[in-house]
């Protein structure tokens, strides 16, 4: 089979992968994977297949470090390589931003000088990718291998010609690029903010000063064992929050076409910020509003998206919203809150999940409602441009969508 035959490029040589450069599978002989000896002072970057998926176009953060045993039973790929999920969520690309290790269940390509790139290669198993995940679909192990991915076989146009083709989508993935981490720097500055206030305690007062470093009056509170503004209040995170808990359909009643609801099982769904659509759900049980807070409470516990409409949720999660409509500062905290499960989602290992009671019990500081409104007022021009942002990728994903298999199949050309 060949991925891209049509009668606008006959005039491309049809090549096997195999012939375009060397492909690897990562290393991670040591089992278990998660043992912390692993990590335990790490200094070299590990991804998995999670953070691939989420990646636009490269790769360039990382949760996870090896240190000298870990580097040892594992590799170190350069910055560049192609990074090809062959296990779990199959066949997604992204390119490595710096130097880092991956495991066995990712293939690492390196092109072959003058006859391609890795990124012209990310965009051709972009064109192939439902392809490929079709060809597994319903098999016994959701997985690829090497011989598999080597025998495909593609018209490529000439080595100039592949680059104007990835200069076109590259610059749509460029500004998606840029937008993201615009997005990220304003929530940087809206988490800093909420630091600065809520857990400096340094607001600003009547006189617009900040109110612990202005010598504003603290009292002592025995929950918290630490001093806290006078006449602020402690509570649980049910008196602030709407929660739900989220609960898988009934039956087998999902779906990757479109029908029913929007479903989000848990974090694997996760993007950034906002949960990519993977499923849908003809049996929809629990439900989440556009703009809620979803919440992972299942391993690992903690991690934070925004419903992007509403959408039903599985057992990996629970959907969150203010009580007194300032968001801005529930997702401040759950912010500050996902740093205490951090903490024990540690080196490698994990805590399996967090109960509703658990939940709903969760100490948290309650301030005056002036101060949450001028909060909400400040950080919300902040989520509306990261919002807006994010629709303007939706927008430039769907034209790179929609060019990309004209460009792949010679029907649209580049001058």
Not at 26 to 39: A, T, Y
Not at 88 to 98: D, H, P, V
Not at 184 to 199: H, P, R, S
Not at 368 to 377: A, C, D, M, V
Request: with cysteine; hydrophobic share 35%; aromatic share 12%.
């Amino acid at each position: 089979m060949i991925f891209n035959d049509s009668k606008y490029n006959t005039d491309w040589e049809i090549k096997p992968l195999e012939r375009l450069g060397n492909f690897k599978r990562g290393k991670s002989k040591h089992r278990p994977r998660n043992d912390k000896r692993l990590f335990e002072n790490g200094q070299f970057p590990l991804i998995q297949t999670g953070e691939i998926r989420e990646a636009n176009l490269y790769i360039n953060s990382h949760n996870a470090r090896y240190n000298d045993f870990g580097l040892k039973q594992s590799k170190m790929w350069s910055t560049n390589t192609l990074c090809i999920t062959i296990a779990a969520n199959i066949a997604e690309t992204a390119l490595l931003g710096y130097e880092m290790c991956f495991p066995d269940s990712v293939v690492g390509f390196n092109a072959t000088e003058d006859e391609t790139t890795e990124l012209y290669i990310h965009y051709i198993f972009v064109y192939i990718k439902k392809a490929i995940q079709n060809r597994t679909l319903g098999s016994i192990q959701d997985n690829i291998n090497i011989d598999y991915l080597t025998s495909l076989k593609f018209r490529m146009p000439s080595f100039s010609y592949q680059q104007k083709i990835a200069k076109v989508l590259s610059t749509l993935d460029a500004k998606i690029e840029l937008n993201n981490r615009i997005n990220k720097e304003l929530e940087a500055m809206a988490k800093t903010l909420y630091d600065y206030w809520f857990v400096q305690f340094d607001f600003p007062n009547e006189n617009g000063k900040p109110y612990k470093t202005s010598g504003g009056k603290m009292v002592y509170n025995k929950e918290l064992k630490r001093d806290v503004p006078n006449g602020w209040e402690v509570g649980v995170l049910s008196d602030i929050s709407n929660i739900t808990m989220g609960q898988s359909p009934k039956g087998k009643s999902y779906n990757s076409v479109g029908k029913g609801s929007i479903f989000f099982q848990g974090s694997t769904d996760f993007g950034w910020r906002f949960p990519k659509v993977r499923q849908f759900t003809t049996s929809p049980t629990r439900f989440a509003k556009k703009g809620d807070i979803l919440l992972s409470v299942r391993a690992p516990v903690g991690t934070l998206n925004v419903a992007i409409k509403d959408c039903c949720i599985g057992r990996g999660l629970a959907a969150l919203n203010s009580k007194s409509n300032t968001g801005s500062y529930l997702f401040g905290i759950m912010q500050n809150l996902k740093q205490i499960f951090d903490r024990r989602n540690v080196s490698g290992t994990t805590f399996g999940s967090i109960t509703k009671d658990d939940l709903y019990s969760l100490k948290v500081i309650i301030p005056k409602e002036n101060l949450l409104i001028k909060f909400h007022q400040k950080v919300s021009t902040f989520d509306n441009l990261i919002v807006k942002n994010h629709k303007e990728n939706q927008q430039l994903t769907e034209l790179r969508d929609w060019l990309l298999p004209m460009l792949m199949n010679g029907q649209v050309r580049v001058k």
